[in-house]
Every structure is written in structure tokens, then in C-alpha cells.
């Protein structure tokens, strides 16, 4: 299919390219960008004056919840969803039942979704067996089945010993393990950022020492071993401190944080609504305004939409028995821009956070518009306004935090690989 892109506004972070261009795609590629190539003829042409045109976006963390959870979503509405969103490019947690942790299962998963509408799938494989956190799995017969690294998602790893021998083997063969930083033992029982507002409302809490004493073990670790690390879903000032420290000293690591934790804190908790539980939990103001302000400064090197889909019926109850998780790939992109507008941060340099640096964080194609590239690419409107509702979403999980809230941008056109997968209505 040929796609003729006329007059958007074309944002290209890694190019350093903003202003207004055509883009001409064919055979699954972008040819041009300008002037198009002789004997070009377009089957479609989209017109984006006064649209924003810019690399399809790249999620670290979407959970599609096959196989194993389909009653909480499926792959074909978490694909769909995904495109809706302008997601490109996705990594999946190994959290499925059963987990990522065989060659097959990952195959399958691939097989499915190259096989439906939507996104690049691409599997991270359990860092150990069952994630029990005991033995680890054969990574390199994960690799070659297409996984792109390790994690325990939110399964807790207790042994520092297997942890050890997992960052060892991954730097022998240049695995990448994905790790997000919690204490299990300080961590159990709470489902709160341990302060003041927990403790009024009664809900046991988690100290922010969960994040930063577990992080420390890490680098460690990380400095010992050489093991390129990336911290998933950090949610405090002095991890962001921890992490900022490191960096300086030269350890290869890189960080994400969700966009719920860009906007909320645990002050948002006092109507005890079960969508505002999360993992890890909504910590204090000081450490969103730190998450805001590391972004801006490039101490934090991604934005991902941390998408949990969960049954309605598990956040249907008190919050201390809901299921945590919340529902994002769809809000990936407005929230990534009322990030920006609240600190006055360039659209080319929030465009970076979710396209070309998680790109480079995931090792994968992608993220950029230059000629020659994947023609994955996402067109939208950053001054549409719009109201998050159930209907308004196209996953099948509607648990998110910002259920009737309003929105600035939304996605009008996704093509990846040079489909128009998405358009809007």
C-alpha cells in the first residue's frame, strides 16, 4: 500500500526534525519525506494539516493478559487498543499464566499476534523458572525465540544469590535484564505509600525504602557484573536520585516510570477509589514533582503506559481487596502531553519518551521517521479534547484512574509497517 501523508507537522526526535512536511510510504517503508519519488501514486492520501505526525509510539510495558487471563482482556482488544493509542511497538511482561518462561509459549504468543491487526509484539521472557524466583531460565533459547529480555514483572525475587548469577550469565551474553526495585520484605502487606494519608485512611503502607534499598542492591550487583540493567517503573525522589548517581559513575542503566505516577500522588487516595490501586503504589507529592521534573531533565530516559487491564469485578470492591493495575496504552500519548504543556517541555522532546528512547531501550526498529525506516507511524491531534469514559476505550479493560476525566490529543490515524491500522471514527 502506498500512503501519501500530506502537510502534517512532522516530529522526529531522533532526526531533530520539526515542521511541516509530506511523508510518502510504500511496501511497508517511508521512500520520501518532501518531495515525492518519480512514478509515485498513492492508493491513500491522508490529509494532516494541523496534525501532528510523528514515529508510531513504543510501550515497555503492556500487558496483553494472554495467556492465562483472558477474562480480563484478550489479545485482540489489547492489540486494538494499542493501535488506538498509537502504540507501534510494544513489550510484554512474562506475568501470563502460564509465565513466559519456555521457548513455545513464546513462539505462540508471537504466532497470535503477527497474525491480528495491531502493534510489534515483543515478548520479555521470564528471568526465572515459573517466576518463582529460584532457577533461572534458558535465556538464550528465550532470546532465540524471540525475547528481548528478562524480568520478574512484579514477582518478587528474594534471593540475592540468584539475582547475582542472573546479571552474571546476562552479561556473558549481553542480556538485558528489566528489574523494577522493591523490598519484598519491606514491601508486604501494603498496598499504600507508607504516610501520612495511608495512615489516616487505615491502609497499610509501603516506605519509599522499599524502592531505594532494593535499588542499591542492584547497582551493586549491576557495578560488579557489568550487566546492562533498565529499572522498570521507579516511583521515588531518592530512587531517581540512586538511579541519576549512577548513571554519572558510568553503570549501564536505564529507567522508565508509568504516566500514572506522573500525575497522581498518594493525596488523590482519599475517596478510596480501587482504580487509584497500583503497583507500585501513588508515593508522596515531593516524589511525582520528582518524577516530573527527571523527565524534564533526562534523568528518567522513558514514559510507559505500566497497562494492567483488570475485571471490573476486582475493582468493584474495598480497595484493600481489589486487584491492582490500571488500564493505559490508549492514554500513553494525552497524558505524555499534558506532562509537557504542565512543564512547559518542547512536544519534540516529549515525543522522545515514548518513541525513540524506548526504542533504543527495548533494542528494537523503530521510533523515527527517516527515509528508509519502518513506516510506523502515528498522526494525531494534540489540541482535541475528549472526555475518558468506558465507551471511549477500546480496551476491554476500562480500570483506569482518569474514568471521566477530560483529555487534550487524541490519535487520529496509526499505520504500522505500512498499514493503516487505526483510524479514528
Known amino acids: 500500500m502506498k500512503i501519501h501523508i500530506r502537510n502534517g507537522r512532522v516530529v522526529d526526535p531522533l532526526n531533530q526534525h520539526d515542521g511541516i512536511a509530506d511523508i510518502y510510504v510504500a511496501a511497508g517503508k517511508i521512500v520520501a519525506m518532501g518531495t515525492a519519488p518519480a ?18 509510539l513504543v510501550d515497555l510495558s503492556v500487558r496483553l493478559r494472554e495467556p492465562g487471563f483472558e477474562y480480563r482482556a484478550t489479545l485482540e482488544s489489547e492489540m486494538l487498543a494499542a493501535a488506538a493509542g498509537g502504540v507501534t511497538s510494544l513489550a510484554c511482561p512474562p506475568d501470563t499464566d502460564p509465565p513466559l518462561d519456555e521457548p ?8 497470535r499476534a503477527k497474525n491480528l491487526p495491531g502493534p510489534r509484539v515483543y515478548p520479555l521472557g521470564a528471568l526465572t523458572q515459573k517466576l518463582e524466583g529460584k532457577l533461572l531460565t534458558e535465556m538464550a533459547e528465550l532470546t532465540e525465540a524471540g525475547c528481548r529480555a528478562f524480568t520478574q514483572a512484579d ?5 540475592t544469590q540468584v539475582l547475582l548469577r542472573a546479571m552474571e550469565y546476562a552479561a556473558t551474553f549481553d542480556f538485558s535484564l528489566w528489574l523494577r526495585p522493591q523490598d519484598v520484605s519491606l514491601a508486604r502487606g501494603g498496598i499504600a505509600h507508607d504516610g501520612a494519608i495511608a495512615s489516616r485512611l487505615g491502609l497499610p503502607g509501603i516506605p519509599a525504602l522499599a524502592e ?4 542499591a542492591t542492584i547497582l551493586q550487583l549491576a557495578r560488579a557484573t557489568g550487566a546492562r540493567v533498565h529499572l522498570s517503573r521507579l516511583s521515588t525522589r531518592d530512587g531517581i536520585a540512586m538511579v541519576r548517581a549512577a548513571k ?13 505516577h506522573v500525575h497522581l500522588c498518594e493525596n488523590d487516595l482519599v475517596g478510596f477509589d480501587a482504580h487509584l490501586h497500583l503497583t507500585p503504589p501513588l508515593r508522596a507529592l515531593r516524589d511525582r514533582d520528582a518524577i516530573r521534573e527527571a523527565l524534564r531533565d533526562g534523568s528518567i530516559d522513558a514514559l510507559c503506559s505500566d497497562h494492567t487491564p483488570v475485571d471490573e469485578d476486582e475493582k468493584q470492591v474495598p480497595f484493600g481487596e481489589s486487584s491492582p493495575g490500571a488500564s493505559g496504552v490508549e492514554l ?5 502531553l499534558k506532562w509537557a504543556r504542565d512543564m512547559g517541555v ?21 521510533g523515527h521517521l527517516s527515509v528508509g525506516s519502518y513506516a510506523d507511524i502515528c498522526v494525531f491531534d494534540e489540541t482535541a479534547e475528549w472526555q475518558v469514559s468506558a465507551r471511549a476505550l477500546m480496551s476491554q479493560g476500562k480500570n483506569t484512574p482518569f474514568l471521566d476525566q477530560p483529555m487534550q ?13 487505526f483510524e479514528a471514527p
Request: glycine fraction near 10%; charged fraction near 15%.
Open 409 to 421: 490529543g487524541r490519535v487520529r490515524y496509526t499505520i504500522i509497517d505500512g498499514h493503516l491500522d
Open 212 to 215: 531505594t534499598v532494593a535499588l
Open 104 to 111: 513455545g509459549l513464546v513462539e505462540m504468543l508471537k504466532f
Open 155 to 159: 514477582a518478587p525475587l528474594t534471593d
Open 248 to 260: 554519572a559513575q558510568g553503570l549501564a542503566v536505564t529507567c522508565d516510570v508509568a504516566t500514572s
Open 332 to 336: 500513553l500519548l494525552p497524558l505524555t
Open 346 to 366: 518542547p512536544l519534540i522532546q516529549a515525543i522522545d519518551l515514548v518513541s525513540w528512547k524506548p526504542a533504543q531501550i527495548l533494542g528494537v526498529p523503530g
Open 39 to 56: 512514478d509515485f501514486h498513492a492508493n491513500r492520501v491522508i490529509d494532516a494539516s494541523g496534525l501532528v505526525v510523528c514515529p508510531g
